[in-house]
């Protein structure tokens, strides 16, 4: 099975329902057409295995050529995708195929337009876990084709300790020693500071990662020299591609953005059907 197909069961069900009226009414069962997706803006392509899959989860006989690979830069006017197949099924497709594709792409292409506000720069740009719910492997993917990396996937395979787990533990200290008890040796000790307090505890309480949120450049600065390379330093909090560069230049390791996906638009990429000719 495809890794998203409950996805795009979901998605194909959320849009057909009962059934597609329309469609049902004017095309005949038999008759066959051929798809051509195209940019119609400037973009990075991600998305066009799970878009190939949404025609062949309703024709499974549909053929689906890509013209372009994810990762890729296309201009406008690109054909990105050539679908052949049954006329009725691409038409009952067409929308939750542009809906994955437009989406994937929208933050692949915001993605890259962040990296290159901070080219040359030696620190990793990283998502967060500020995704559309359900979407989030397929958002991640996005952002990785974009040319970022990942933060943790979930909650489940990394330990950032936030504000309130620190209220919740009553302080940095014990919230460390208690993590650095019941987790593997394996896994990386993250704490979220806000304030140069909580940064020497996170310090003197030996973290592997510390996440600088929400402080102002001079304040990063300073923190990256009080942390002297002890621990990786990450900024979080109000990083738009105009303060990329900014941050890279202070020194730290990691910039993580929710931007990347939660304020990513969706890019322009039409879909034109006509018939097949007969044999």
């Known amino acids: 099975m495809h890794p998203h ?3 795009i069961d979901l ?9 597609d009226i329309t469609t049902d009414s004017l095309v005949p069962a038999e008759a ?5 997706l195209k940019a119609k803006q400037n973009l990075v392509v991600a998305g066009l295995d799970v878009a190939g899959r949404v025609f062949a989860t309703l024709d499974t006989d ?19 995708m050539v679908v052949e197949g049954r006329m009725a099924a691409m038409l009952k497709a067409e929308r939750t195929a542009l809906n994955f594709l437009q989406r994937l792409s929208g933050i692949a292409t915001n993605t890259r337009r962040f990296l290159d506000r901070m080219k040359g720069a030696r620190c990793r740009l990283v998502d967060t876990r500020k995704t559309t719910p359900g979407w989030r492997a397929l ?4 952002v990785r084709v974009g040319g970022a990396a990942n933060h943790r996937m979930g909650l489940f395979d990394g330990v950032l300790i936030k504000d309130n787990h620190i209220a919740a533990c009553g302080g ?24 140069f307090q909580e940064l020497g505890q996170a310090l003197d309480a030996a973290a592997d990662v510390i996440m600088l949120d929400n402080m102002t450049l001079d304040d990063i600065r300073r923190a990256v020299a009080l942390i002297d390379g002890r621990a990786l330093v990450e900024v979080s909090g109000g990083v738009t591609a ?7 230049d202070a020194g730290v390791d990691l910039i993580s953005s929710g931007a990347l996906t939660h304020s990513a638009t969706a890019v322009d990429i039409s879909m034109r059907i006509t018939p097949a000719a007969t044999p």
Do not use: F, M, N, W
């Open 5 to 7: 197909q409950q996805l």
């Open 11 to 19: 998605a194909l069900a959320e849009d057909i329902g009962t059934g």
């Open 32 to 36: 066959r057409g051929i798809g051509i």
């Open 62 to 80: 549909a053929r689906c050529r890509c013209q372009a690979a994810d990762g890729d830069a296309v201009s406008a006017g690109s054909e990105l």
């Open 139 to 142: 958002e991640k993917y996005a």
């Open 172 to 195: 940095v200290a014990p919230a460390v020693s208690l993590a650095r008890r019941r987790v593997s040796h394996l896994v990386k000790i993250e704490v979220e500071v806000s304030d």
């Open 242 to 248: 105009d303060r990329l560069q900014a941050l890279a």
